[in-house]
DNA sequence: GGCCATCGTCGAAGCGTTTCGACAGATACC
DNA sequence: GGTATCTGTCGAAACGCTTCGACGATGGCC
């Protein structure tokens, strides 16, 4: 492996002037630096990243903390993946990617070794313990989620609460004014991760403003939940023409679930889905949906990210605006209901 | 943060003492080695990695190369990059995420760099470009996948041939006679992944020796790509009494069209599925299933690399066998078909 | 024409480790 | 009791890069 040595001896120049060249802080006449960069082509050098980071105090690497566990949203928590990679390496960094279950020590331990310039995690809870590590910690943090206490954190996540506002206006401006939410496990409430419930404020509230009568409900995964969900929501609701469901596994059971009991999608029953846009359009019928719109969030938080190590500004929360495709699974409801 | 010197001089001995208490190269007394401890801990270092690269030349880092685009297999790429992650902790080593997309490049970035020790890649082609480049990097490597020519660079992979034949020799001891296989989507066997071909190949030996009348076709993702292949399959070979099924995407899908066409599984039609044992378990009827067994793939991989690193031997070709567990889904054929 | 900036480059001092050779003292061996 | 071998520790030299200060050479300005 050739250094910044040799390239200096073959261009005829100072190791310094190398590095400027390739780090352009400092005026390089255009012929000295067109004969370093054939210097640097012919002996195929590549700094040491080691070195660079000793030096520089940058390493150039961000670290992500993803749930691995094998957990109901891993195309989701893979879209974030994607995303975040993809844009790291636009600003040309890379990513150390880190599982959840490591917790705080695992945070610490690439932060105080210098392996990353920042960090960006997922799948936060509400009252998250790795939040007061972030806090000590000298490089700059992304949190993709909102838990309770986040001053200081850049957050960056969907606008739950406007995701279920704008599925109920949506449903509202349909004519439907009996609507059932099928929440999500309540497994993913206890975990506390907090999207749920902003997801059911959001709900709640736009509910109460647009006057409609609602009922929500979480719901187990499998056919037995929704079964039982379904169940209990009708005996609370009756005659409900329309669901807004915020439960990625429970929408195909519940579509088997109202086709075996002959509640037409959408005739009888409008829904709104928020989940992945593929998953809405491999359902048997096209569903009407709000994306998890986990690109733009994994991207926006490397940019976040990026805006922090350059020392500008940023917004501490930011809560992307929810969007709704129209599919086929709402239709304006018929008379007879109204 | 404080550096190896400030340790040293808290513990009242050199550098080079502490840094021999940390590794362990050289006897240190039992006291030394607990004052330095002390210091450590009361200091909170953390040995800088960068430095530590840069003196070394071990990063303890690994490079896993995955593909981020939105697949069919997702949850199977996440449980091989759980275990991977999960597997390098356990050896003490990090793991930098790179997508396969960023090609060769990628990977001499890295390497060049002396960002990682090892790489270990995943999806990889029949005639995979990367691999030349792979054999020119000083950095060892482990493919997740078995490319045509691969030889000197380790490979770990489910034996897919063994597991056709498994699932064919499990149906003809349950007295079955004619078998269709479900394949992979055409786009599978067009971007030359082996292990379709690999698995197709095992079928047809295996049917040859077992004198079974069988018939393979491959399966466009959707419902109607279901239809269609079972179409042709019918079609050339009336009365089966048993399906392999290579798609975990058709699964669902295929066990929708049985039952809409009044074919009961098993009763009518015994079904062998290879896909990971939650897809098997969630369908409506437990399926008997060959597992793809993701974790202990993904964690051969690394315990590969760490012996390629530790310059011991290894097999350059590791297949896994295949293991079947008998679920709901097939049944001795009824004397009426025999 | 003298003075200041600016441009382009160099040299040297770090950055924080690891590792090698050296060495003093203790231990073993015959 | 002298030599050889361990033990336990130290000092110093890397490792390959960035960055700061310095400095000669240009060029602009009044």
Redesign the pocket.
Known sequence: ????????RAA?????????V??G?????????ARVQAAIAELG????A???A?????TNVLALVAPLRVDVNVPVIMQFATAVVTAARAYNHDVLLLTKDEGTAGLERVAH??MVDALILMDLERDDLRIPALRRLKQPSVLIGLPSDHTGIACVDLDFAAAARLALEHLAGHGHRRIGLVGPSPAVYRRQTTYADRFLAGFLEASAELDLRTVTHPCEPGAAGVRDAMADIDAQLSDLTALVVHNEEALRPLLDLLHATGRKVPDDVSIVAICPQDVATSMPVGLTSIDIPAHDVGTLAVETAMRLLDGRTVEYTRLLAPALVERNSCTEISPSHR
């Open positions: 492996m050739p250094t910044i040595n040799d390239v200096a005829g120049v100072s190791p310094s002037t190398v590095s400027y390739l780090s802080r400092r005026p390089i006449s255009a012929e000295t630096r050098f590549h700094p040491h080691g070195a660079r000793l030096a520089s105090s940058k070794s210098t």
